[in-house]
């Protein structure tokens, strides 16, 4: 029933700005967390932005400055704003969600277990 629909990836120019869209139904976990991976031809999933309770977030240190995640709790749906775009940040972008739980190192973590089809982000330069 939990499913996950990202929208809003294209294609863009160096230094340009996406802004892509992540609408969840079925999910209506009181300790949810939700977050964008992306994964290049060849390359390993990498996580991006999370956000793992009110307030806290985690990001990339690839994309810190340039990319902010958001999420509109009344349509259920979550964002990543990406400005400034390089060709590096080229990749396949996923959204996913999951439960929040504590690491034993006691910082809060996401245990991701839903994830979208992917919306594909292209940036030349």
């Known amino acids: 029933q939990v499913q996950l629909v990202e929208s809003g990836g294209g294609s863009v120019q160096s230094g340009g700005s996406l802004r892509l869209s992540c609408v969840a139904s079925?999910?209506?976990?009181?300790?949810?967390?939700m977050g964008w991976f992306r994964q290049a031809p060849g390359k390993e999933r990498e996580g991006v932005a999370h956000i793992i309770s009110d307030g806290v977030t985690k990001y990339a240190d690839s994309v810190k400055g340039r990319f902010t995640i958001s999420q509109d709790n009344a349509k259920n749906t979550l964002y990543l704003q990406m400005n400034s775009l390089k060709p590096e940040d080229t990749a396949m972008y996923y959204c996913?969600?999951?439960?929040?739980?504590?690491?034993?190192?006691?910082?809060?973590?996401?245990?991701?277990?839903?994830w979208g089809q992917g919306t594909q982000v292209t940036v030349s330069s």
């Open positions: 996913a969600a999951g439960l929040r739980f504590r690491a034993k190192s006691n910082t809060d973590e996401c245990g991701y277990g839903y």
């Open positions: 079925g999910y209506a976990y009181s300790s949810s967390c």
